[in-house]
């Protein structure tokens, strides 16, 4: 497996439910991203891990909880959610190099949550 | 707050012609990266090409090329000789360059459609 990879593609869960989405970098970054995408909406960072220490969290309901146990996985936990958290959760990685310019974000290719 | 804005909501342009892509953004800081990436319907998020604020030459990758105007706070996507497999969700996108944890964030516009027909 190449570059960042995501699991499930699709899920679809009932507001009771309780799952987690995993995310696995082969780039051998040290920093990784949660985002969500919902329909007409840009892109909003969920959380940001830098060498495995959540270094940001843009204000997330509790019932999105997010795991990094190493720099090569990232995980979201996802218990009773709202139909209005259905989207399409990108996970993304970098080298965490926040002086050297580019250092662009790799994306996986998302998980398309439906919650019912 | 950083803000980046895509007024065209969709382009169309014909196959082999040039087409350019708006964007325009808004921050106090003076280091910053300025970021384009293309996603396809199969949802990943593909990054084309990168424009750092000191930058003094206009970035290019292949087809691709930024039209970097600092004093206008643009930086315009241009792709030319389009394909069909060009059609796609184009998000431009900017983050901060300094040594602090909001430099992380890459903000985003919401997206340009682009149809290339052929």
């Known amino acids: 497996e190449t570059g960042v990879t995501q699991t499930p593609r699709h899920l679809v869960m009932g507001m009771t439910n309780k799952k987690s989405l995993k995310c696995e970098q082969h780039?051998?970054?040290?920093?990784m991203y949660w985002y969500k995408q919902s329909a007409k909406k840009p892109l909003e960072l969920m959380f940001v891990?830098?060498?495995?220490?959540?270094?940001e969290n843009n204000s997330v309901p509790s019932r999105f909880s997010p795991e990094c146990p190493n720099s090569s996985h990232l995980f979201l936990h996802l218990h009773t959610l709202q139909p209005e958290d259905s989207a399409l959760y990108l996970c993304?990685?970098?080298?965490?190099?926040?002086?050297?310019?580019?250092?662009?974000?790799?994306f996986g290719p998302g998980t398309r949550l439906t919650v019912l | 707050a950083q803000k980046i804005t895509q007024t065209q909501p969709g382009m169309f342009v014909q196959e082999k012609e040039a087409v350019t892509l708006d964007c325009t953004y808004d921050?106090?800081?003076?280091?910053?990266?300025l970021f384009w990436y293309k996603q396809p319907s199969s949802g990943e998020m593909i990054f084309l090409i990168y424009?750092?604020?000191?930058?003094?030459q206009n970035a290019t990758e292949g087809r691709y090329s930024l039209n970097f105007q600092k004093a206008r706070k643009s930086a315009n996507l241009v792709i030319s000789a389009s394909q069909l497999g060009d059609s796609a969700m184009y998000f431009c996108?900017?983050?901060?360059?300094?040594?602090?944890?909001?430099?992380?964030?890459?903000?985003f516009g919401k997206g340009t459609s682009l149809l290339v027909t052929p």
């Open positions: 993304a990685s970098s080298q965490d190099r926040v002086l050297a310019g580019g250092n662009e974000q790799f």
């Open positions: 780039l051998g970054h040290n920093a």
């Open positions: 891990y830098s060498l495995e220490e959540r270094v």
């Open positions: 921050t106090s800081d003076q280091s910053y990266g």
């Open positions: 424009q750092g604020s000191y930058d003094e």
């Open positions: 996108a900017m983050r901060l360059l300094s040594n602090s944890n909001s430099g992380y964030a890459l903000n």
